[in-house]
């Protein structure tokens, strides 16, 4: 997934209304002398709570798994690349750490142990729109595999930029939508994308791992993408959309997910046909406790 600006679920309510009652009904007074459910809703329904900005030192497991197929539907291969985030370092900063490059080429078998890349390895940096850079990406080569890398980056920043940067406009079940998305830009001398319009809803209060938390979906369409790499060229478009969990009492994420399906026409040097590709791409983040 080349989005900037941007499987199961476990311990979620089944409703968002339901794990409102559920959860905050345990800590508040049950609606009495006078106080109505109606109340109850609109004290915390009515506008999204306060989230603390949180600075705490906090690591988490992000899981990226991008699946292949051609128009068909037939399987041709899958990619994971895994990491462990870790912020509120000193002045703001960021780290990556134990970064793996998995591939395989059996549908039903599961990933081998994967290769660390030791470039990415105690990656530090501050999470601004710098990180669209080349600059940013000085000592990682130009392959593959460093792309999917360099999305870790991105994709933390999006999911940072969908939870919270937006909190002050957000309505319960209203859609707030970011036109100003900067439009095309490069990706760090990999290739160009283009976002159309990115989405967001406030959808409710939830629970999660015993956390109370204000979900948030984020959604795009239409989005351009553009590579030109040694040895590879590629068109297409693609779609993402995610759900992020975030803490009432401490602002931070407690789990995040995104989802997005791209199809390519690529051109590999040395092949005459070009291929048409398309990649589902399952993206799961996780505290580590």
């Not at 890398?149 to 309505?171: P, Q, R, T, Y």
């Not at 100003?180 to 990115?198: L, P, R, V």
Request: glycine share 6%; with cysteine; proline share 3%.
């Amino acid at each position: 997934m080349y989005n900037l600006n941007f499987k199961a679920m476990k311990k979620i309510s089944n409703s968002v209304l339901t794990g409102l009652f559920l959860s905050l009904f345990s800590m508040l007074p049950y609606p009495s002398h006078g106080q109505s459910e109606n109340a109850v809703i609109k004290k915390y329904l009515g506008e999204l709570p306060n989230l603390p900005v949180s600075n705490h030192l906090q690591k988490y497991r992000m899981t990226a798994v991008y699946t292949n197929r051609d128009l068909y539907g037939n399987f041709t291969g899958k990619t994971k690349i895994t990491g462990d985030y870790t912020m509120g370092l000193e002045n703001g900063n960021v780290s990556w750490n134990n970064v793996l490059h998995s591939a395989s080429d059996k549908f039903e078998e599961p990933f081998p142990l994967g290769k660390k890349l030791e470039y990415a390895e105690n990656f530090i940096y501050l999470p601004t729109y710098k990180m669209l850079e080349p600059a940013s990406f000085k000592n990682f080569p130009n392959t593959a595999e460093a792309v999917f890398a360099k999305n870790l980056v991105w994709d933390m920043l999006a999911i940072d930029e969908f939870g919270l940067k937006h909190k002050d406009s957000l309505k319960l079940n209203k859609i707030y939508r970011i036109r100003d998305t900067g439009g095309k830009f490069d990706m760090a001398a990999i290739g160009n994308y283009t976002n159309t319009e990115i989405q967001l809803i406030w959808t409710g209060i939830s629970a999660f791992d015993d956390e109370i938390c204000a979900v948030i979906e984020h959604r795009a369409i239409d989005n351009m993408i553009e590579l030109d790499m040694p040895g590879l060229k590629s068109k297409g478009t693609e779609q993402y959309w995610g759900t992020s969990w975030i803490s009432l009492k401490t602002g931070l994420i407690e789990h995040a997910e995104m989802y997005s399906g791209t199809i390519q026409e690529i051109k590999i040097d040395g092949m005459k046909d070009k291929l048409l590709v398309k990649t589902i791409r399952e993206l799961r983040l996780d505290k580590i406790k």
